[in-house]
């Protein structure tokens, strides 16, 4: 039977042709199109590989500039671990800061005190971080949701007051040195040490969606529940999430520690892990490049870059308020402006970052320009805790 043979004549007829604005394209991109596409590629490639270096840069950009900028990408680093947690598992952690900073003082330790290669505690790190993530994962199976999240702020606090105080490991109150790679040793070329790191995660996040344990996780995410009755082993790809996480988590750590030269505790304590939560969840969950921008844009505020390029080189300064003065420094400044943009996201922008980057991201890869008033791949669940 024909399509022809079934048509209702007894209903309205409604004009459904697509208009000029919806009407999808039959025709190539423009000369100017590809011509403007082309130049934006150039420039970005010239910001993320040229500028921070002075390399083929009509500007000069100070060493202190650029181990900032290094500090963005590692966060970046971070930002993309946590993501595996909140945004494919959906759990939250309140105390990530404990596998960045056991991953920072495990690479140093294996560079200092063992006369190892700065490339192989980078590794022992990275493996550090996601075996500690798969025995805290073990310990909080049953757990999910506000529980979950108190179990890991436990673990974060417990680190803080045990493990960083172990003086042999983590040097004391004089900290552990980290020297950094040979052929690396300035601020302008451990950026591209860091940049190397942040491509590899990248690529390993990106593959793995595109395996059974990325869709498995997604799955899960979704609802365990109907994930188990499709032959799904829940547990397995939860603690398959933490390996991952704790991972990317150690190996930002061991860059970080050799960014700083040296590795104290006092950054690594519960306002880092919020930062690291925010940064995240602003920055949109399951969307690499949000999350990225999200975290590269609270490194940016944490150091103070934001504060002198917006030519504040004064600060910010404590701002009176009902309850006392609030602290706007760099240090405490994401802390401030964190909750604000979180409610943004809650209620106006729910991919975040990425959800503003995603219509310049399509434009690039050759798709008409098109603005996407809301992102239906993030809900507010996601940030629930």
């Known amino acids: 039977m024909s399509a022809t043979d079934v048509t209702r004549t007894d209903l309205p007829v409604v004009d459904v042709t697509p208009t000029d604005d919806e009407a999808p394209s039959t025709e190539g991109p423009t000369v100017a199109g590809r011509v403007a596409r082309g130049l934006a590629w150039l420039a970005l490639v010239w910001v993320l590989l040229c500028y921070p270096g002075n390399v083929l840069s009509p500007f000069d950009v100070p060493a202190f ?10 966060f970046a680093i971070i930002g993309l671990s946590l993501n595996v947690l909140i945004g494919y598992a959906g759990q939250v952690s309140l105390g990530h800061q404990a596998f960045v900073g056991i991953g920072a003082f495990t690479s140093a330790y294996v560079v200092t005190d063992l006369t190892q290669e700065v490339v192989l505690g980078v590794l022992v790190a990275a493996l550090v971080g996601a075996a500690q993530a798969v025995l805290l994962g073990l310990v909080s199976l049953r757990l999910t949701g506000l529980y979950f999240a108190l179990v890991t702020l436990v673990y974060g606090v417990m680190a803080q007051q045990s493990i960083f105080a172990i003086e042999s490991f983590t040097g004391g109150t004089a900290g552990k040195i980290a020297p950094r790679p040979t052929g690396f040793e300035s601020d302008f070329r451990y950026y ?19 395996t059974k344990g990325g869709r498995a996780l997604l799955a899960l995410r979704e609802n365990p529940r109907v994930a188990q009755t499709w032959g799904i082993d829940t547990k397995a790809y939860t603690l398959f999430a933490f390996g991952v996480s704790g991972l990317f988590a150690g190996l930002g750590g061991g860059l970080l520690a050799h960014r700083d030269l ?13 930062v690291f939560v925010l940064m995240t969840t602003i920055g949109g969950l399951r969307n690499r490049l949000g999350v990225v921008l999200g975290s590269a844009f609270f490194a940016f505020l944490r150091n103070g870059y934001l504060v002198e390029k917006l030519k504040l080189e004064e600060g910010i300064g404590p701002i009176p308020g009902p309850l006392g003065a609030i602290d706007m420094s760099p240090e405490f400044a994401p802390l401030v402006f964190g909750p604000i943009l979180l409610l943004l996201v809650l209620t106006r922008l729910p991919g975040g970052f990425g959800q503003l980057a995603r219509p310049f991201q399509e434009w690039l890869a050759g798709r008409r320009f098109r603005w996407i008033p809301a992102d239906d791949e993030v809900v507010v669940n996601d940030v629930r805790a």
């Not at 181990?67 to 990408?73: D, G, K, L, Q």
């Not at 591209?192 to 595109?210: E, H, K, N, Q, T």
């Open 262 to 274: 040296q590795v104290v505790a006092n950054p690594f304590d519960f306002n880092l892990a919020l």
């Open 192 to 210: 591209y040490f860091s940049l190397i790191g942040l491509a590899l995660v990248l690529l390993v996040d990106w593959r793995m969606l595109r």
């Open 65 to 74: 500039d650029a181990n900032r900028m290094s500090e963005a990408v590692i």
